[in-house]
């Protein structure tokens, strides 16, 4: 295994020009860190767990979800086949103690009947027990009833909070019952269907893998059109070879190209943020999150269009026309639904990319929050076995990169994508205005995430951020497109010298050594489940 950064560093960094491949003379290290911003933690947790801006009203009135848990008739043990996770301390003692029981039958209809039962699993919704539901008396009657006009929306913890399964695990990597874990992946989460039980998922139309200008990328071998139907679209959300569980796709940007869920503890010391770098700040990758990736209607407001122009040229512009006619198809009107403190800014940026932003108080209070939580603890291994480990991961320079220590702060820099993937061969397809580089694709998906969204738009250059070496033994995937199955698959050198992350191990005994030492890696805070 060769080091990252000795790579990059030594070849420098690429960008593409009209002649193509040009070295670049930025470094791979970048300047000075952005001060970080801490609002109150307490309330910073309420943020995370239930707040939604107003995204109840995407989520409802136009992706109209519950009324797609409604009409499918999910029950409980639905919502665990879901991955989603369910917070047994949120549910009233009758129903618990129920429940609690049941799940410690055989699951049958006869001896489980709540789980069974449609009806549950809109209660549980209701006591925002299902976590990253959250649910919104809409009305101000002092309760909440999605029957009968209150509404439902999405939060952050959806994709980073688990519970412990001290209540129930369902196998198979799929959801559980039992007390809330905030921080952790919810790599059991399967978000193309719980999109595709929207009654109107077309309406998620800018986040799936398109057609446009008569190109498509991603992992289909077709993409989405303006005219695709309703079964269509669900068709390409269920395909988990199309959009693996665990995954969300992020960008709005027509391209296919869902990136794992990350895990959010010492948020403090992880920037740049996003699986691009993109943002220098948590605040922004957050309120991005909220006004665009969870209410994508924001982008056929005129700022909207002027965002999706600067990124993607014609193809931008096409977007944002289909975009509204299906709104227009689909009877959606008030967009767009998530509410704002800042608006009328400027456009395209990464602190503003649609000209808008939520309230900064919850974002800084959500900082604070996740900054506090503390890294999850290794995993339990054997300790001689995780010490010839450390050598290894030593010997091999993986430091260039990596941490040794998870509770140190990230190495603040970019890695580009020849240093990570040899295979890598791109093709510019469009000139976009500087300081962004040009759109360019490559055979493969490792670069899918970057082909529209980068650095690039904040003076950086297109590469990846390293991550933290956390939670590692109860990861399904790896890689930030969740392409590579195990860690053993990650470094053996049978992968394929031409493949992303190419550094490998060949002797048998020591890259077992280095996987458990990397499984030890933790910090204070809570076990990850099964670990």
């Known amino acids: 295994m060769t080091g990252i950064a000795a790579l990059s560093v030594a070849a420098g960094a690429w ?61 409980p043990l639905g919502l665990l086949e879901l991955g989603m996770h369910i917070d047994i301390e949120r549910v009233d003692n009758k129903l618990r103690e129920g429940l609690e029981g049941q799940f410690g039958t055989d699951l049958s209809k006869e001896l489980a009947p709540l789980l069974h039962d449609p009806d549950v699993t809109i209660a549980l919704i209701e006591a925002n027990a299902v976590v990253g539901f959250a649910a919104k008396d809409v009305d101000g009657d002092g309760r909440v009833d999605l029957q009968k006009g209150d509404k439902m929306g999405i939060s952050c913890a959806i994709c980073h909070t688990v519970v412990d399964g001290s209540v129930y695990q369902m196998p198979g990597n799929r959801g559980a019952v039992g007390k809330r874990l905030d921080g952790l992946g919810t790599w059991s989460l399967d978000v193309g269907g719980i999109i595709a039980t929207g009654l109107n998922s077309r309406v998620f139309y800018p986040n799936l893998q398109l057609e446009l200008g008569g190109m498509t990328i991603g992992r289909a071998p077709k993409g989405i059109r303006r005219d695709s139907s309703e079964a269509e679209v669900d068709a390409y959300l269920r395909n988990k070879d199309y959009y693996p569980r665990g995954t969300f796709d992020e960008t709005n940007d027509g391209v296919g190209n869902s990136v794992q869920n990350t895990p959010l503890f010492r948020q403090d010391l992880a920037d740049p943020y996003g699986s691009a770098g993109e943002f220098e700040r948590l605040e922004d990758v957050s309120s991005a999150s909220f006004s665009q990736n969870l209410d994508p209607t924001s982008l056929v407001t005129p700022p909207g269009r002027k965002f999706l122009t600067l990124r993607a040229g014609p193809h931008g512009e096409e977007l944002a026309d289909n975009y509204e006619a299906i709104l227009k198809e689909t009877a959606v009107t008030g967009y767009p639904f998530v509410q704002v403190t800042e608006h009328g800014l400027p456009p395209g940026h990464a602190t503003s990319p649609t000209g808008r932003r939520v309230d900064a108080k919850k974002l800084a209070d959500m900082n604070a929050y996740l900054a506090d939580l503390p890294i999850p603890a290794g995993a339990k291994v054997d300790p001689a076995e995780a010490a010839r480990g450390k050598q290894v991961f030593l010997a091999e320079n993986c430091t260039d990169c990596h941490n040794l220590d998870p509770q140190e702060p990230l190495p603040y820099l970019l890695v580009e994508l020849h240093a990570l993937w040899p295979g890598y061969q791109p093709k510019e397809l469009i000139v976009r205005k500087p300081p962004l580089v040009p759109l360019a694709n490559s055979p493969g998906i490792y670069d899918d995430k970057l082909v529209v969204v980068d650095a690039s738009d904040r003076s950086a250059f297109r590469g990846i951020p390293p991550v933290f070496l956390v939670d590692l033994a109860r990861k399904p995937f790896f890689l930030h497109d969740a392409s590579v199955p195990t860690l053993e698959v990650l470094f053996d050198p049978e992968r394929g010298a031409e493949e992303p992350h190419p550094f490998y191990v060949e002797d048998a005994e020591e890259r077992a050594d280095l996987i458990t030492f990397l499984k030890s890696l933790g910090g204070p805070g809570v076990q990850p489940p099964g670990t």
């Open 15 to 75: 960008l593409w020009g009209n002649d193509g491949p040009e070295k670049q003379t930025r470094p791979a290290i970048e300047g000075l860190r952005r001060p970080f911003t801490r609002g109150d933690a307490t309330a910073g947790r309420e943020v995370f767990r239930f707040e939604t801006f107003g995204n109840e009203g995407f989520w409802t009135d136009a992706l109209r979800l519950p009324q797609g848990i409604m009409a499918e008739q999910i029950t």
